[in-house]
Structures are given as structure tokens and as C-alpha cells.
């Protein structure tokens, strides 16, 4: 059962819930930013497909355990070819430095190892790259943040592993990223579930560790 409910069910509320007016309207802020070499993180149903712009991307790369139907049909209707990567973010199979751009949408919630999505996130960016990032997560407010911290345990089992109360500026910076026009706050909807941050991280160089 929890099987199919993984496969099958799953995918589909995160596909409709994704697909909410909030969450296309911070994909669309986004997205069109992308170009060159890009790597998207979680591409998952592409939800973010129909915001890229062809003409901008020399090759569009997506890592997810298994990429869903859905995606391949909207990437044929955007006529966007996209490389599959069935693998992990955790663990990226790719030389260092392979990639002008990251996309990373409502994903980092879900990888169980964040921090080492980021390392590698940071390793496969040339040195002037950019990842482009929207995410939910932790609220400022005491109340908001005290029932994310109480029903994120539930909330993984039904959602996929998703964590309401994440510090996304934090897990990023501290991976070696500074961010530039960070944008922060509460959209229309659950406030366990939309206070939104979004923006640019670029590698900090200094932080940057050289391949052997």
C-alpha cells in the first residue's frame, strides 16, 4: 500500500499542489532566469518546464529518482530535451564545475541530506554560477514554528519526506553559498506551508574546496 501510495498517489497531490496559483507564481519569478548548462534538482512531474526558455539552455539536466510522465510530456510540449539523472541529489555522478546554473524548486524540503545536496550542489557550479532557489520553510513566528516542529514528523510519512520548518537561508549559506536578493515571507494559503524563500546562491570562492 505504501508502495502505490508512493508511486502512484503521491506524485499527483504533489503535482496539484505544486501546480497552485502561489507556487507558479514564484516558479515564473524564477525559472526564465536559467541558462546555459542548467541542473534542476527534484525535477519530478516539471512543473517548472513550461517557465524555462529554450533559445537560453545549451542542455537541461534533471536529477530525480525516476523522472514521471508528466514531465515528459510537458517537456515535449515545451520542445525542451531533458538529460535524465536517476539518482540522488546527495550524489551527483557529474565532473566538477559542469554547470552554469541550478535549478532548485519546493525540493530541498525532501532531500533527507540536505547539506550534501548542497556540497554537491556547489561542486558541479562553475566558480561564477548561480542556483536559482524557491522553498518553503521555517516561519519567524513562535506559533507558526512551534506546530511546523510538532506535526513535521507526521508530515514526512504523508508528504514524501517533505519538512515543514527547514532554515533554508541557513542550510544554504552554511554550504558555502552567499545569497543575493533573498525574498522572504508569507503567501496566500496554510502558513505551515507558505512562508517562502526565494533568490540567488553564488558560490563564495573562498569557501570553494579544489578538486585534487
Known amino acids: 500500500m505504501n ?5 502512484h498517489i503521491l506524485p499527483t497531490l504533489i ?10 507564481h514564484e516558479r515564473a519569478q524564477l525559472v526564465p532566469k536559467a541558462a546555459g548548462r542548467v541542473l534542476e534538482i527534484g525535477i519530478g512531474t516539471g512543473r517548472n518546464l513550461p ?18 510522465p508528466k514531465a515528459r510530456l510537458r517537456a515535449k510540449q515545451c520542445g525542451i530535451d531533458i538529460a535524465e539523472m536517476p539518482l540522488s ?3 551527483i555522478p557529474i565532473d566538477d564545475h559542469s554547470f552554469d546554473c541550478v535549478v532548485c524548486t519546493f525540493s530541498l524540503c525532501t532531500i533527507p541530506d540536505p547539506d550534501a545536496a548542497l556540497a554537491e550542489i556547489r561542486r558541479v557550479l562553475v566558480p561564477e554560477g548561480r542556483m536559482l532557489f524557491v522553498e518553503h520553510g521555517a516561519a519567524p513566528d513562535a506559533a507558526v514554528r512551534r506546530w511546523q516542529d510538532r506535526l513535521t514528523p507526521m508530515w514526512k510519512r504523508i508528504g514524501g519526506g517533505c519538512h515543514l520548518n527547514r532554515e533554508m537561508p541557513v542550510l544554504i549559506e552554511k554550504s558555502g553559498f552567499r545569497i543575493e536578493g533573498l525574498k522572504a515571507g508569507y503567501q496566500p494559503g496554510p502558513r505551515l506551508l507558505t512562508y517562502l524563500y526565494s533568490g540567488i546562491a553564488v558560490p563564495e ?8
Open 15 to 24: 503535482d496539484f499542489v505544486c501546480g497552485l496559483p502561489v507556487f507558479e
Open 51 to 68: 517557465h524555462y526558455h529554450p533559445g537560453q539552455l545549451q542542455c537541461l539536466c534533471g536529477v530525480d529518482p525516476g523522472l514521471h
Open 89 to 91: 541529489a546527495e550524489k
Open 3 to 7: 508502495n502505490f501510495y508512493e508511486k
Open 205 to 212: 570562492t573562498a569557501k570553494m574546496s579544489s578538486s585534487p
